[in-house]
């Protein structure tokens, strides 16, 4: 038997911090595969797309913790309230409302990031720190009793690694502001080609895929 993927997961492990968490991005990855990491004690699995997520769960052990880091479809957010550790991608107080709501007819407080677009590329979504100030200050949000923001999240270019420093540098700032001002203390930033540089602008959870997966197949 091959352990490919857990000494790829053991070898970033242990090149970074302690405190740094890392988050397997397992979208479009298979079930094994999420299987080989729980076996060896990890738990915390990212997915993009709520189908996936919620068929993944349905399979497997209830005691992951399972991310939605991808783009919200309100529409579906029903189906993950129920379980979801952590959602890294809200961007408006729609999406606030809706998850307040669901939460509060499952008796649950939902966790979330703010997405924050910190790169100019076209595909890359996100809101303005401006944006972001305004939900956190937003009266009706600051009576919602069954969803906390705990930070902030976002994307680096991929074109320009050279740009990479200044967007992790500007979202570490915003994250400092926050965590004085509301007491954040999640900064989701740095991805399986860039997670090195994250760290050092102070990153506490890397989102990491193909790097530790491969390359990913379309499964759903
Ligand atoms: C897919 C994805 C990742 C993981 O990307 P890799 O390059 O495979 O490490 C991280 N964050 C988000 C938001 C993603 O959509």
Known sequence: MNHIIENRFFSIKKMIPKNVKILAVSKNQEISSIEKLYRIGHRDFGENYIQEIVKKYKKLPKDIRWHMIGRIQSNKLKY??????LIHSVQNIKQINIINKIAFKH????NCLLQIKICNEKNKSGITSKEASKILEDKTFKDMKNIKIIGIMGMASFQELKKVHNEFSYLRKLYHEYQNQYGHNILSMGMSRDYNIAIKYGSTIVRIGTLIFGNRKKII
């Open 80 to 85: 993950i309230i129920p379980f979801i550790h």
């Open 107 to 110: 008796k649950k407080i939902i």
